[in-house]
């Protein structure tokens, strides 16, 4: 197949992982997931591939069977926003199937290479709060919520409440 004809049928699964998603549709999900099987056992090494099934997997709620697939794909080389979504993906599939240390660990290499993604951090601060660290889960919290919020009395009070997120303890 050549390489056209291969992201001309990625393209497609995409669309219909996208669509059976918003949809909530899981025959179209299975279609998608069945091209990107087909896809995948072609092009084994394709990173965008790889991570396409480890997301059409998860969207199907197949978890434990998107993790590998993740997995491949960051060994793979996945780079840019499918690499943003990977960490996203993975690390929030390990938190819902209870392995919070490997979520964590997952989740802080996504805010660390992907800073300003607040869906990683908000994900990372359920995951600290499952592991009882909750000065730091309501730190991520509370800076994220007090730096989008438009709430007009949020915003009366950002400045001391951003200066109590970071000192959560500490009394007068």
Excluded: C, W
Aim: overall charge negative.
């Amino acid at each position: 197949m050549e390489t056209t004809g291969m992201r001309e049928r990625l393209d497609e699964a995409i669309r219909l992982r996208e669509e059976g998603r918003a949809k909530q549709d899981q025959a179209i999900l299975g279609q998608a997931r069945t091209l990107l099987l087909e896809l995948g056992k072609v092009y084994p090494d394709n990173s965008e591939i790889t991570f396409q099934l480890a997301v059409a997997h998860d969207n199907l709620g197949l978890e434990h069977e998107s993790i590998p697939y993740y997995l491949r794909a960051l060994a793979q080389g996945l780079t840019g926003p499918d690499l943003e979504r990977a960490y996203l993906g993975l690390g929030s599939t390990y938190r819902g199937l209870g392995e919070y240390e490997k979520a964590e660990e997952t989740l802080r290499r996504g805010v660390k290479d992907f800073p300003h993604n607040r869906a990683l951090q908000i994900f990372l601060a359920m995951t600290l709060y499952n592991r009882q660290q909750y000065k730091e889960a309501m730190e991520l919290a509370l800076m994220n919520l007090l730096e989008t919020t438009s709430d007009e009395k949020l915003q009366y009070f950002k400045r001391p409440l951003l200066y109590y997120a970071q000192h959560l303890d500490e009394t007068e």
